[in-house]
């Protein structure tokens, strides 16, 4: 094997053994508080398909990717032709969220900017603003909404690599896995960072009001965040993509193992707080 092809097989064969061991105490608990026969066919049928899925990674060949699949996000945007700009925003509570804006083309004029409606993206659960890169030009959900005069906007929760920062980095140390950097939860998302974000673009942009894209979790933390502090009243109008409350009828071995068994606090012993 050459040198990354080692590494990524390395990776893939980490992955295996945690999801043996994952799948080991799913198992051991699963078996010992219930004898629901549906709840075993759903665990065999998550572990083959988690199975399969690290087959597929490890001996799968992969396509010839395209040029824009080795791009950072600023070299996507601006190599199509559009303007990309970096935004750090500051909560309530001390962290520092990244943003990223696409607020026309290259060949546009600042004055061109002003005056566009402005959209927020936000991304998922274990996810980032990358996400809303992936797929094809003409895929590209900010370049369609840049495409059709849209000042785009698209925002990132605390605690994924896009966001590693604090006002107080001391004390709220990224790479700690102990300090109050990482005690936070969907909570503080929809608390601090919804609110941080939406006002932030209204201010830096003169709108009144936007429009919010939410994707899964996204969605949630908009819901909640609307309870606590009544954002709606600066949105003009709310899209969800995949939009989610609840996890109680999420029939998953996954969700069954953090709901049913210690697998968190084993984390915490082994000084495992960041799962993003």
């Not at 927020?120 to 369609?144: A, E, R, W, Y």
């Not at 925002?155 to 994924?160: K, P």
């Not at 936007?210 to 949630?220: A, N, P």
Request: proline letters at 3%.
């Amino acid at each position: 094997l050459k040198t990354g092809e080692s590494k990524n097989y390395i990776i893939h064969m980490r992955k295996f053994i945690l999801f043996i061991l994952v799948l080991a105490a799913l198992v051991s608990n699963v078996s010992a508080k219930y004898s629901n026969a549906e709840m075993i066919r759903d665990l065999a049928v998550g572990s083959w398909r988690v199975l399969t899925g690290l087959a597929e990674d490890i001996y799968y060949t992969t396509p010839e990717l395209t040029e824009d699949a080795y791009k950072s996000a600023p070299e996507f945007y601006q190599s199509n032709g559009y303007r990309f700009e970096e935004h750090k925003i500051v909560t309530e509570d001390g962290y520092i969220l990244t943003a990223w804006r696409i607020p026309g083309k290259i060949t546009e004029s600042a004055k061109e900017f002003r005056g566009k409606p402005a959209v927020m993206l936000q991304h998922g659960c274990l996810d980032n603003s990358g996400t809303f890169i992936v797929g094809f030009k003409n895929q590209s959900l900010p370049l369609i909404l840049s495409e059709e005069g849209y000042d785009v906007w698209i925002t990132n929760n605390r605690g994924n690599f896009n966001s590693y920062e604090h006002v107080n980095p001391q004390e709220y140390s990224v790479f700690d896995m102990q300090s109050k950097y990482w005690n936070f939860s969907f909570d503080s998302m929809a608390y601090y960072d919804v609110p941080s974000n939406v006002d932030y673009i209204l201010d830096y942009t003169s709108n009144e009001k936007l429009t919010y894209i939410g994707h899964s979790q996204g969605t949630m933390q908009f819901f909640a965040g609307n309870a606590m502090k009544n954002i709606a009243a600066k949105i003009d109008s709310f899209i969800g993509l995949g939009p989610v409350i609840y996890v109680d009828n999420i029939r998953s071995p996954i969700f069954a193992l953090l709901k049913n068994t210690s697998l968190i606090n084993l984390l915490e012993w082994f000084g495992i707080n960041n799962v993003l």
